[in-house]
């Protein structure tokens, strides 16, 4: 396929309207060119680093105690025994929430605990912000029975479209706090999660839209500045928050503000926001009267 | 497109923190091979949200694991201040302001190794990614890992450029991308010739013996 390259997500519909592929499709074929590669290897590469997420799940499942901070660890084993038991009958105390959307939120938290504790996890696309794609992508792979060549597509889509982000906009929260991490992860999982059901390029761009609108400003204010509170449940905020925008766009809504403006606006939210709440723990739940008392015990202090 | 399919699905790396525990790793490798080696020395200066949250992010022993020559994704990295007592590696982390112009994840290292010093400032950009943006106190752009690169200190004088590209004509070497900077007229300058191949020791000793070239050190292109 002729090589097109794309900056921004405008420029990638355009490329796959043109060409009649989908997402995945163009962001593998521009990665196989620019890496110098073949398009079978990128996809062998991916399948690995799939197996490697896959690992620090099962791993994350078994963790039973709580970090050397006390703020995590053990909830993702708490999640999984109570979905064991809780989607079996009807009664009041049924889960709201659908079986999947909680298997993804339960797979976020065992690999964002076993990144807590030192672990070996895939960033994704940063560490803090590793659940979300994972979480949302492989729960719903596993409930709409897709094959790992579909799964694998659909992390292409997630990528490109956080390829988009660091070009136009940033991923790291000390340049744009949490937005540009939990942010950014949540627009590539609802980008995703819109690909794997079929959605056409610009559903998948305005299911990130959405995603990303909702989370813009989002603050990075971590207590004791560990990747652990807030950081492991606004993973799961970041998922329940991707499904939502993908139901959305299924549905036939659609994004008053298109994904590039929303960079635009994410580049402006990062450049006001205060250095206090970004990655530097001087603000926001940092402060709280707990992430003082967490940071003192610790001896993490500024 | 600045970022990679892999940069973004990446690194495979040990938490907590993508900028700063396996981009600080990252940011300690590279120092290491601009010297050479396993330092003796290093005095650590950690800027911004380094400098803040350093400790409960792991950077500390992220940035020591990486002059030790550990990946990012070496499980064993997080055992690196304690391997660094037994190689004798002298480290100490300073913190320190270096103003606007640097990112906030920053990290600059004085390192020595016997008898040769060197100061490098890298930052960590996010996602695990990095770029060295000073070394020995000459601005530096595109070392950022995306290729293999060859750095080369040399006297600013005519000729040395072509003499260095010379030799990596002769083996076939292709050059992607060249800088050059320095720090003034006739002093140290700064060649970074990123390329699409291998380059064998020989390459390098053969830089090495071009006339008024200090050093010259093998970067490899992260994955």
Known sequence: MEYTEFKSASELIKICKEKRKGVGKIVISNSASDLDTTQKELKAEMKSRITIIRESIQKGLKISKRSKSGLSGGDAKKIDSYAKKSYTKVSKTNPLLGKTLLKAIKYSFAIMEQNARFGRIVALPTAGSAGTVPGALFAAADDLKLSDSKLIDSMFVAGGIGMITGENAMLAGATGGCQAEVGTASAMAAGALTSMRGGSPKQIFDAAAIALKGLLGLVCDPIAGLVECPCVKRNSTAISNSYMASELVLAGVESNVNFDEVLVAMNNVAKLMAPELKETARGGLAISQTGKEVAERLGIGN | ?223
């Open chain 2, 1 to 223: 497109m600045n970022w990679s399919i892999f940069d973004i699905v990446g690194p495979v790396m040990i938490g907590p923190s993508s900028s700063h525990t396996s981009g600080a790793v990252r940011l300690g490798l590279f120092a290491r091979y601009l010297i050479g080696g396993l330092p003796t020395k290093a005095d650590i200066y950690l800027h911004g949200s380094y400098a803040q949250v350093y400790k409960g992010h792991g950077t500390d022993i992220a940035l020591v694991a990486g002059l030790l020559g550990h990946s990012p994704d070496d499980e064993n990295a997080i055992n690196s201040l304690e391997e660094a007592k037994k190689l004798k590696l002298q480290y100490s982390f300073h913190l320190t302001d270096l103003g606007a112009d640097y990112h906030p994840n920053t990290a600059k290292f004085e390192l020595r190794r016997d008898d040769e010093k060197l100061e490098v400032i890298g930052e960590s950009i996010g996602a695990g990614n990095i770029q060295i943006v000073e070394i020995n106190k000459i601005r530096t752009n595109c070392i950022d890992g995306k290729y293999r690169a060859i750095i080369v200190s040399q006297l600013d004088k005519p000729g040395i450029i072509a003499s260095v590209s010379d030799i990596l004509s002769t083996k076939k070497i292709n050059i992607a991308q060249m800088t050059v900077s320095r720090n003034g007229r006739g002093k140290e300058a700064l060649s970074v010739l990123n390329i699409d191949n291998g380059v064998s020791q020989e390459i390098m000793e053969a830089i090495e013996r071009v006339p008024a070239v200090n050093w010259a050190k093998l970067l490899p292109k992260l994955t």
